[in-house]
């Protein structure tokens, strides 16, 4: 019976030895990395007002945008100002995109091979701005470095495109910071399918918006036009909000701004 006792004993004492010593639960593949990465500024629902200030070395010119997400598939964008861009808006169902332009009246709905362009003249693509997670799902990922900084973990993952995918970029490598769970981006560098760095995109000013630590500057800047470079500054950014349905439809973003 004693013999009995004391195999019991250190049975239970092994098994809390080993639960202590286990991870609570297993570390994030680097897909999940990237994808909670991204979701971060989109959440699963989100409104937000954000500065876009486009420099090169002829011109610059700052717009101020509205914007709207929810999920993966509904997106909506209005400018508000500069005053002869006020009401354009950019709205996205699903795999359909449209440009709504005011001054003329127009509706044009934005091809498949026009995903690449610029964005109102910005170093940010459409895909940048309304898609936002191609770089989840038209890539494989891989981590290829990881240290410790303090609290944080930081990674470097690779993400490579997909056979076919619709993407422009030969490679991305993407810098993320882990702390208890939440992941952040550091940096995005984009390479051509040459292997040549085209731009790179750094995140900073974590600040606490909608309940959630965010990095609030987005800085894009192209490796091949000197002087070059368009920040997006957010001001405000609001998570899980609630959306009337047809709420992103085309008559929303014809609606006249007030």
């Known amino acids: 019976m004693l013999h009995r006792k004391i195999v019991y004993q250190f049975f ?109 003249g910005s170093d940010f693509t459409f895909d940048d701005m309304i898609k936002a997670d191609s770089v989840v799902k038209d890539y494989t990922h891989s981590i290829i470095d990881q240290k410790e900084e303090g609290a944080r973990t930081v990674y470097q993952i690779e993400a490579m495109p997909k056979p076919d995918a619709p993407v422009v970029w030969g490679k991305v490598l993407l810098t993320l910071s882990e702390d208890n769970g939440t992941v952040y981006p550091l940096k995005e560098e984009d390479y051509s399918e040459r292997g040549d760095l085209m731009r790179v995109i750094s995140f900073s000013n974590v600040k606490m918006m909608g309940g959630r630590k965010v990095p609030t500057k987005l800085e894009c800047v192209p490796q091949k036009k000197p002087g070059q470079k368009t920040t997006i500054i957010y001001k405000q950014f609001d998570v899980d909000v609630p959306f009337e349905s047809g709420f992103f439809g085309l008559s929303t973003v014809q609606k006249p701004l007030q």
């Open 12 to 120: 239970v004492y092994a098994s809390a030895a080993f639960l202590l010593s286990t991870p609570l639960c297993a570390a994030m593949t680097a897909t999940e990395l990237v994808d909670k990465s991204n979701e971060l500024l989109r959440g699963q629902s989100s409104h937000s007002l954000i500065t876009m200030q486009i420099r090169t070395e002829r011109w610059q010119r700052t717009l101020e945008i509205e914007a709207w997400n929810q999920g993966r598939t509904r997106a909506l964008m209005r400018i508000h100002a500069p005053a002869k861009e006020r009401g354009n808006g950019t709205l996205r169902i699903e795999k359909e995109i449209w440009n709504w332009l005011p001054a003329v009246e127009r509706v044009i709905k934005i091809p498949p091979s026009m995903m690449q362009s610029s964005w109102m």
